[in-house]
């Protein structure tokens, strides 16, 4: 089954450091970028960034940058985002999700057209004192 | 900053059509910003319903589909379900990033 499996929720301090993750399977974890949206709570959707597996290239958005890491072992198909000091408005959904690839009718790759075509279930992240 | 705009709410009656849109604070969506559109419903992930524009993702059926109107992408739902209730968002490609609206909660009463 093609599938994002993301690690369990979390309950963290101010200041604390967390790593989450997102395990892909069932397809070529390479073949495909992986990205990040948070959502915190009754809010909307919100693009942090993402990461080509393969090579490590990554883009943020410039409302993230800076505050989060996105990273990825492509040995263990699995993508993280990470934060070395936490903070109360962190507090949130964190849903990674797979980007298609998508051709055009040529067949060419269509390397500007970004969207995700895969979710996974999300992490809840809750930063209390 | 441009920012993508979406109808913050929008009611349709079982059996209607609604069409739901997806804007730039400034200038015009077109195809050349691959509108694509998810569909979340409360304590669930998103799901991808369009994308390209007018591409249904697999699995969802033919009474949604996207389009450009005017100077804005579009999602129209013909033939409105109770299940259709939920929240709405687009999402447009810029400079190697994506910018999600800011979700249109669609009311089925």
């Known amino acids: 089954e093609v599938q994002l499996v993301q690690s369990a929720a979390e309950v963290k301090k101010p200041g604390e450091s967390l790593k989450i993750s997102c395990k892909g399977s069932g397809y070529t974890f390479t073949s495909h970028w992986i990205g990040w949206v948070r959502q915190m709570p009754g809010k909307g959707l919100e693009w942090m960034g993402i990461?080509?597996?393969?090579?490590?290239?990554?883009r943020y958005s410039p409302s993230f940058q800076g505050q989060v890491t996105i990273s990825a072992d492509k040995s263990i198909s699995t993508a993280y985002l990470q934060w070395s000091s936490l903070k109360a408005s962190d507090t949130a959904m964190y849903y990674c999700?797979?980007?298609?690839?998508?051709?055009?009718?040529?067949?060419?790759?269509?390397?500007?057209?970004?969207?995700?075509?895969?979710w996974g279930r999300g992490t809840l992240v809750t930063v209390s004192s | 900053q441009t920012v993508v705009t979406q109808e913050p709410s929008f009611s349709v009656s079982p059996g209607g059509t609604v069409t739901l849109t997806c804007g730039l604070s400034s200038g015009s969506v077109s195809t050349s910003y691959y509108p694509s559109w998810y569909q979340q419903t409360p304590g669930r992930p998103p799901r991808t319903l369009i994308y390209s524009t007018n591409t249904r993702s697999s699995g969802v059926p033919d009474r949604f589909s996207g389009s450009i109107l005017g100077n804005k992408a579009a999602l129209t739902i013909t033939g409105a379900q109770a299940d259709d209730e939920s929240d709405y968002y687009c999402?447009?490609?810029?400079?190697?990033?994506?910018?999600f609206g800011g979700g249109t909660k669609l009311t089925v009463l």
């Open positions: 999402v447009l490609y810029m400079s190697s990033a994506m910018v």
């Open positions: 999700a797979r980007r298609g690839n998508s051709y055009d009718g040529s067949g060419y790759y269509e390397s500007r057209n970004w969207y995700f075509d895969l």
């Open positions: 990461i080509s597996p393969g090579d490590s290239d990554t």
